[in-house]
């Protein structure tokens, strides 16, 4: 459960403190509270826009801290916590499992599709338009959301709307860079909202015929993106892009 980076800063590995501990994003199911410590203080000075570096996992410098709930824990019960606010996409990817409960409404508001591969095959490469997306931080952040109403990501609204500029458009770029417009025009919303919804299709179509199998967890990301694409599809063929 840990990822190494070019140095020990980037060690996230929680063994064996929680080896043995569950992820569990709803709300209803006990878990422990997760609190910054006192103790923890970044090793250096971040760069302007960079990330915090993450603490030694060692005495006195520990990240976090679980304390139980007022209602204590009982003798035996199950602990559960909950790893990131990711999909099970992410899940998958950075710790190898996926969350499956009984119901399909378990996908909650952490859930998501990624669509960024179908993004790729539309994408036509023009350094200018990928620069403004990188300046307003929306490059690459193509995905689908059920929460809390289904949606298209702002990343994937802005990638879609600059993808569509025409030649006559392109002085909405500078603006757009500077995050001082969303909007180009009509038709460049209605090019929008029909690649948006053949997107939708897409990603729905190779939901349904991918998601019987033998594994659980496989099933429940192929039911993730099946629920999130089937929602946002339904949205957007019926209301306005914003």
């Known amino acids: 459960m840990g990822y190494f980076g070019p140095t020990e800063l980037y060690n996230h590995t929680l063994v064996p403190v929680l080896d043995m501990v569950n992820h569990s994003s ?41 304390v139980a709930p007022p209602e204590g824990i009982a003798e035996g019960a199950e602990v559960t916590f909950q790893y990131h606010s990711q999909c099970n996409l992410d899940l998958w990817a950075e710790y190898g499992f996926a969350e499956v409960t009984d119901t399909i409404e378990k996908f909650g508001k952490y859930s998501a599709a990624d669509v960024g591969y179908l993004v790729d095959e539309l994408w036509v490469p023009d350094e200018e338009k990928q620069a403004a997306l990188e ?7 193509n995905t689908l959301h059920p929460y809390p109403e289904y949606e ?15 030649e006559s458009e392109r002085n909405k770029l500078a603006p757009i860079a500077k995050a001082l417009t969303t909007f180009v025009s009509e038709e460049n919303e209605a090019k929008l909202r029909a690649t948006l919804r053949n997107i939708c299709r897409r990603c729905l179509e190779e939901a349904e015929t991918r998601v019987k199998g033998d594994d659980a967890m496989v099933e429940a990301l192929w039911q993730e993106q099946e629920d999130v694409a089937r929602g946002c599809l339904e949205v957007y063929s019926t209301t306005e892009c914003t």
């Open 152 to 166: 298209a990501s702002h990343g994937l609204l802005m990638t879609l709307r600059v993808l569509h500029l025409g």
């Open 135 to 141: 300046k307003i931080a929306c490059w690459n952040e």
């Open 26 to 66: 709803s709300p209803s199911i006990l878990r422990p509270r997760h609190i910054p410590s006192l103790s923890s203080k970044s090793p250096r000075p971040a760069r302007p826009g960079a990330r915090t570096a993450t603490p030694h996992l060692i005495p006195g410098r520990i990240a976090f801290a679980l």
